[in-house]
């Protein structure tokens, strides 16, 4: 009986001591796999856009100010190659001119919410990193005036509309400790068409072309 209690006293500490070298490999990290947390800010320029209603179907070319963008992501590295992540932020300008129409402190604001992947390509024996990526998503859009007319007509005021965005973008990283790195780099970004509805009824749209911007950021990244 005693032969039999030791048997399995060995059989259960062989089986405990696999399970835990198993668990011990699932929880392993590849070197520089980890979270990571990033912040942004630089200009946007936004591409001439169009009108494309206002309580009706019109057609009329948007130019827009200097903008600016600001985009914050926390996320996961993979490896040194392979980063995901969740971003959101901001890329907004103010309305410049829109002919046939007043706009007065017009702007139209994009607040992204993207899954974004990022690949990187360390160069050997430097602290550089190019890296290249894309994100797909939704941005809320939003348009506020304080004065948008056409003569007839007047909205005011600020209304949203959610639509489908895209970013693709491309930088150059510093590395400036093991945890901390500077970079310098470009985003296009693309938005879906919003429409607003304004008073004097719900059925009253304003809808703008989906926003088309080229942004310059620089960014501060940490690795954990």
């Not at 017009?106 to 894309?134: D, E, H, K, M, W």
């Not at 749209?205 to 940490?222: K, P, Q, Y």
Request: hydrophobic content about 40%; some cysteine; proline content about 6%.
């Amino acid at each position: 009986m005693k032969c039999r209690y030791v048997s399995m006293v060995a059989v259960l500490s062989l089986c405990l001591g696999a399970a835990a070298a198993q668990a011990q490999g699932y929880y392993y990290l590849p070197p520089d796999a980890g979270p990571e947390f990033r912040f942004g800010i630089g200009p946007s320029f936004f591409e001439d856009g169009r009108l494309t209603q206002f309580g009706g179907p019109v057609s009329s070319k948007v130019d827009y100010d200097t903008g600016l963008a600001f985009d914050a992501a926390l996320g996961w590295n993979f490896n040194k190659y392979v980063a995901a992540d969740f971003e959101t932020g901001f890329i907004g300008a103010k309305i410049n001119n829109v002919p046939g129409f007043t706009s007065d402190n017009s702007r139209l604001y994009n607040v992204p919410f993207l899954f974004n992947v990022t690949l990187s390509c360390p160069i050997p024996r430097t602290n550089l990193i190019p890296y290249v990526g894309a994100g797909v998503g939704v941005a809320d859009v939003v348009f506020d005036t304080d004065n948008f007319n056409d003569g007839v007509t007047t909205v005011t005021g600020s209304e949203n509309n959610v639509v489908f965005a895209g970013q693709i973008f491309a930088g150059l990283r510093f590395q400036l400790t093991g945890h901390l790195s500077v970079d310098l780099g470009y985003k296009y970004f693309a938005t879906g068409d919003p429409t607003f509805s304004y008073p004097p009824s719900p059925n009253f749209d304003v809808g703008f072309r989906g926003a088309r911007t080229h942004s310059v950021l620089a960014a501060l990244r940490f690795d954990f």
